[in-house]
């Protein structure tokens, strides 16, 4: 089952769009963890077992593992989620870009090592940087399109025949990369008029949406904008207002209680 | 000794302006090294001392150490430069980008876990994301601008206000971005025209130039396009070229033969 066939499964059977991020910031881990050999990997499992019931997707970052030096941690979290959670979609969060032979390394890193359903990918090294994981059959690529910090103007906006840079990335992933293989494009939900804005343009690509939570993007107006007609469409992804609901004892049962909230507060937007 | 000092000592203590390149194709490995269990490390490392007499800086390329799940290696060939050869320039071709709190993870990554002096930097996420890499005193963040291959063309040359995105990003990164840190920027030798566009917008900043060698970029218009006014200037990378220029016992000793080549083909370009 590829990645589209396996995120539409996966949204009806847990009735969520929510994504749940997987940052573990070393100086933010929970009381009981801290100290332990493992600490990452018993962080991100306690979170993802509590949080299954309520998200669609997992999506660890990968940079806080590399910064740690605990690449065997990650894969030890990626082999849980696609152990223990089956049906549930796994995208590493990795921001690659490189040119053909050495893209090709980093498909396989996510795809084969890591396992994951999908991987996040800048586009400014063009089209033949993102073909190689187009290639991967079954595979996702999630393409940057319109990031949710406050520099993503800074070149994403710059004018080009009129439209902002950001919609020519649409227009190339909907007319181009998407009949390579299968697409996603990151829109942040800090800006919610351009989540629509690329919606018309991809028709019904699914959207990587962060930007919900800690960042303070606004549900409401992110899935009004981005939602398809079906009411699927998005992935929602909140990673620091879950993880870091508690930091005691009972820190999964904390981060399940705002992830079970996210998901409401999403499915609660009334159609239309 | 920042970035900058370290480099511009390096291309005059080696009286040259060529890095070598490491990306450990596994399927390419020596046939004395193959099967070996640390054979990335031993092949890199061979490599390193073979050509350290005619190149200025070394740039590991950490997708093929990741495909590999060798980081351990790379954590070693990045050590062994610095300690046995501490004149020379580390750079890690990483080509990260995030938005902040994640891109201070890459930062550390690339500065504190392989202690390299510079990294590549993708400017798609805008000023911030680049920040918490020119935050770290002392270190390079060398920004993509136009990049050595085909696709490079389909978002970097996009026209913005009449000048290609690409000097837009130029612009930024003399302008704003090499204020806030010590910067260099990333320009294909498959585009020699455009090495000296970039080199009219960015004063005296360093260019990485990839593209020589394998990739088929011209040395004598690169070079004339590129050098400062005081013959410096330039990065110029060659990887595939360089490492697999033998497979037999003597692989080492025929990659330092064609460094040299090379390292003197840049020499030999004439003055204006």
Chains 1, 2 share one sequence.
């Not at 009735?15 to 009381?31: E, I, Q, Y």
């Not at 190689?132 to 993503?152: A, D, M, Q, V, Y």
């Not at 902002?164 to 800090?190: K, Q």
């Amino acid at each position: 089952m590829g990645f589209h066939h396996k995120l539409e499964n996966a949204w009806r059977s847990t009735a969520s769009m929510l994504c749940v991020g997987l940052d573990p910031d070393p100086t933010r881990m929970p009381a009981p963890l801290r100290g332990a050999p493992d600490a990452i990997a018993q962080f991100c499992i306690a979170i993802i077992d509590a949080t299954a019931a309520t998200a669609c997707a997992f999506k660890p970052q990968i940079a806080y593992f590399a910064s740690q030096g605990a690449e065997a941690q990650l894969e030890q979290v990626c082999a849980h989620i696609r152990d223990a959670h089956p049906g549930h979609v796994l995208i590493l969060d990795a921001k690659r870009g490189d040119i053909g032979p050495t893209a090709e390394h980093y498909a396989r890193e996510a795809f084969v090592r890591y396992g994951a359903d999908a991987v996040t990918v800048n586009p400014y090294l063009g089209t033949d940087s993102v073909e190689p994981f187009l290639r991967h059959e079954g595979k996702g690529t999630i393409i940057l399109c319109r990031t949710s910090n406050r520099g993503g103007d800074d070149f994403q906006s710059l004018m080009v025949d009129g439209q902002p840079l950001y919609t020519h990335v649409a227009h190339r992933v909907a007319a181009e990369w998407s009949r390579m293989g299968e697409c996603a494009l990151v829109v942040g939900a800090t800006y919610p008029a351009e989540v629509g804005v690329v919606r018309d343009i991809v028709g019904d690509l699914p959207l990587l949406v962060p930007g919900v939570g800690a960042q303070g993007g606004e549900v409401d107006a992110t899935v009004r904008a981005g939602r398809r007609t079906d009411g699927w469409g998005l992935i929602i992804n909140s990673s620091r207002a879950i993880l870091y609901a508690g930091d005691g004892e009972d820190f999964a049962q904390q981060a399940a209680t705002v992830a079970a909230a996210t998901r409401d507060e999403i499915r609660a937007v009334p159609p239309g």
